[in-house]
């Protein structure tokens, strides 16, 4: 009798990753060159170690509908949010790149902007890959959300070093709670009718 093999997986629904190792930091400049705006390959690049990620359908919807959220979320109480999609962060001094699903800066003005996003949006989708807050802790980037499947965790940047935190710091009246229920809506339209329903039943 044989015995049933598992389907693989539906390349629709995974995240695909290639990784080059011993890459300089000269040559990952040249790759992002190449790759121009385009934005895909998504590029991680961490002491030598270069991650190409292609996103899934199901991880750009996530990302998307997490976007439309926060930003529906800002425009109802009237925080000054301007995301950046996936800007490329860059430090050669420390040997990271990153390019994160979403960011934003938070209540910029002309004075007080600077090279880095406050806020890191990253959705896991896929596991494995490149230890991003590795990356992210040198880059500077304050805090960074991590959204998996229904769950939304959050950290922060103190010193050196990330710790987990309850709900935003940044944000801190954003209610994680709402944002979690709502990223169940079916389509992106529904979830931020569902979020500014909720937001205004108070």
Same mark, same amino acid.
């Given at each position: 009798?044989?015995?049933?093999?598992?389907?693989?997986?539906?390349?629709?629904?995974?995240?695909?990753?290639?990784?080059?190792?011993?890459?300089?930091?000269?040559?990952?400049?040249?790759?992002?060159?190449?790759?121009?705006?385009?934005?895909?390959?998504?590029?991680?690049?961490? =002491?030598?170690? #270069?991650?190409?990620?292609?996103?899934?359908?199901?991880?750009?919807? %996530? +990302?998307?509908?997490?976007? !439309?959220? *926060?930003?529906?979320?800002?425009?109802?109480?009237?925080?000054?949010?301007?995301?950046?999609?996936?800007?490329?962060?860059?430090?050669?001094?420390?040997?990271?790149?990153?390019?994160?699903?979403?960011?934003?800066?938070?209540?910029?003005?002309?004075?007080?902007?600077?090279? =880095?996003?406050? #806020?890191?949006?990253?959705?896991?989708?896929?596991?494995?890959?490149? %230890? +991003?807050?590795?990356?992210? !802790?040198? *880059?500077?980037?304050?805090?960074?959300?991590?959204?998996?499947?229904?769950?939304?965790?959050?950290?922060?940047?103190?010193?050196?070093?990330?710790?987990?935190?309850?709900?935003?710091?940044?944000?801190?009246?954003?209610?994680?709670?709402?944002?979690?229920?709502?990223?169940?809506?079916?389509?992106?339209?529904?979830?931020?009718?569902?979020?500014?329903?909720?937001?205004?039943?108070?």
């Amino acid at each position: 009798m044989g015995v049933a093999l598992p389907l693989p997986p539906d390349p629709d629904t995974t995240d695909h990753f290639v990784y080059l190792r011993g890459v300089p930091w000269d040559e990952y400049q040249r790759l992002l060159a190449l790759r121009g705006e385009g934005g895909a390959p998504r590029m991680t690049y961490l =002491r030598g170690v #270069l991650e190409l990620m292609a996103p899934s359908k199901y991880h750009e919807g %996530d +990302k998307t509908k997490l976007a !439309r959220l *926060l930003e529906a979320w800002a425009d109802e109480v009237g925080v000054e949010l301007e995301g950046y999609g996936s800007w490329t962060l860059e430090s050669r001094e420390h040997e990271r790149g990153a390019e994160p699903d979403e960011c934003y800066c938070i209540a910029r003005t002309a004075e007080n902007d600077d090279d =880095r996003p406050d #806020l890191a949006i990253e959705v896991v989708w896929t596991s494995g890959g490149i %230890d +991003k807050l590795e990356v992210y !802790r040198k *880059l500077g980037v304050a805090e960074v959300w991590f959204y998996e499947r229904g769950s939304l965790r959050f950290v922060a940047l103190h010193g050196e070093a990330y710790g987990e935190i309850e709900r935003s710091g940044l944000l801190p009246a954003c209610d994680p709670a709402v944002l979690v229920r709502a990223m169940a809506e079916p389509t992106q339209s529904a979830a931020v009718k569902a979020l500014r329903a909720a937001m205004r039943r108070g």
